[in-house]
């Protein structure tokens, strides 16, 4: 029987294709540079990579555009809607996409120098499984790189005060709301995944001891319709009943933060975990 987990995750994408790329294409850090290119500055010319949980090709689009061969490049994903969109992508057209799942796929033993995973590992029902799976295709020496999330950064109000974010104060206003649902979803993934004492836990004895691990802040300031489907395209406002979304839409437009230009601020945080098999 299918996990429920992967069934939410599924399910989840079938409705919203790309939801991910179109928040996190636009989010950046201080100098300019998005989590997706956190993972591309780690590929060397040459290399082969596997984008494991590819969605709907960001990375794979990125990499190209800086010179990699299609050839060079496998992308794996479990949603056929996520990879049906990124065949539309031009950039991407002659890469290998591979509907399956992490813990199992078709790659030859040794056959990449990178795998890279953009929010995705960290949302995997089996860890120790996909772990394994990486280290399989992994050559010697090489490099297993991923962004997980780390939610909104975290406000400092003063007493009482509510978080000025949009992102922060949406979780701070529907806080309730989530501890009251009758039905939750599922807890994706396995918390181990997010940090990089988590992850050496986690790793196969085939890779070498230390998991290097950098914080990012990105902005993902803009327009209000741009900030509230960055909010509202997350797994925890998906569970909630459209009327209270609309509710809550109303209340963190009237609250959040105005940048001097209108612009609404929306930040989070992302960490990259890179580790090296031996």
Request: aromatic residues 6%.
């Given at each position: 029987?299918?996990?429920?987990?992967?069934?939410?995750?599924?399910?989840?994408?079938?409705?919203?294709?790309?939801?991910?790329?179109?928040?996190?294409?636009?989010?950046?850090?201080?100098?300019?540079?998005?989590?997706?290119e956190?993972?591309?500055?780690?590929?060397?010319?040459?290399?082969?990579?596997?984008?494991?949980?590819?969605?709907?090709?960001?990375?794979?689009?990125?990499?190209?555009?800086?010179?990699?061969?299609?050839?060079?490049?496998?992308g794996?994903?479990?949603?056929?809607?996520?990879?049906?969109?990124?065949?539309?992508r031009?950039?991407?057209?002659?890469?290998?996409?591979?509907?399956?799942?992490?813990?199992?796929?078709?790659?030859?033993?040794?056959?990449?120098?990178?795998?890279?995973?953009?929010?995705?590992?960290?949302?995997?029902?089996?860890?120790?499984?996909t772990?394994?799976?990486?280290?399989?295709?992994?050559?010697?020496?090489?490099?297993?790189?991923?962004?997980?999330?780390?939610?909104?950064?975290?406000?400092?109000?003063?007493?009482?005060?509510?978080?000025?974010?949009?992102?922060?104060?949406?979780?701070?206003?529907?806080?309730?709301?989530?501890?009251?649902?009758?039905?939750?979803?599922?807890?994706?993934?396995?918390?181990?995944?997010?940090?990089?004492?988590?992850?050496?836990?986690?790793?196969?004895?085939?890779?070498?001891?230390?998991?290097?691990?950098?914080?990012?802040?990105l902005?993902?300031?803009?327009?209000?319709?741009?900030?509230?489907?960055?909010?509202?395209?997350?797994?925890?406002?998906?569970?909630?009943?459209?009327?209270?979304?609309?509710?809550?839409?109303?209340?963190?437009?009237?609250?959040?933060?105005?940048?001097?230009?209108?612009?609404?601020?929306?930040?989070?945080?992302?960490?990259?975990?890179?580790?090296?098999?031996?």
């Amino acid at each position: 029987m299918t996990d429920p987990r992967d069934q939410y995750l599924q399910a989840f994408h079938a409705r919203h294709p790309g939801a991910t790329a179109d928040v996190f294409e636009r989010g950046v850090t201080g100098d300019g540079t998005t989590s997706y290119e956190l993972l591309a500055d780690l590929v060397q010319p040459g290399q082969r990579v596997l984008d494991l949980g590819c969605g709907d090709g960001p990375l794979l689009a990125l990499l190209r555009r800086r010179g990699h061969p299609a050839a060079a490049l496998v992308g794996v994903d479990a949603s056929a809607a996520e990879l049906d969109r990124a065949r539309r992508r031009p950039e991407i057209d002659g890469v290998d996409l591979r509907c399956e799942r992490g813990e199992r796929t078709s790659l030859a033993a040794s056959s990449v120098d990178v795998v890279a995973s953009h929010l995705a590992f960290m949302l995997f029902s089996e860890p120790h499984q996909t772990l394994d799976e990486v280290a399989r295709v992994l050559r010697p020496g090489g490099v297993f790189a991923t962004v997980v999330g780390g939610g909104p950064v975290e406000p400092v109000p003063g007493a009482g005060a509510e978080p000025p974010d949009a992102l922060a104060l949406f979780a701070h206003l529907a806080r309730d709301d989530f501890a009251a649902l009758k039905d939750p979803p599922p807890r994706l993934g396995d918390p181990r995944c997010r940090t990089a004492a988590g992850l050496q836990e986690l790793l196969p004895p085939s890779f070498c001891s230390g998991v290097s691990e950098r914080r990012v802040e990105l902005v993902c300031d803009g327009t209000f319709d741009q900030v509230w489907y960055a909010v509202s395209m997350t797994y925890e406002a998906a569970s909630l009943a459209a009327q209270r979304l609309g509710e809550l839409q109303q209340a963190v437009a009237r609250r959040a933060a105005q940048n001097n230009d209108g612009s609404y601020r929306c930040r989070l945080v992302v960490r990259l975990l890179v580790a090296n098999r031996a």
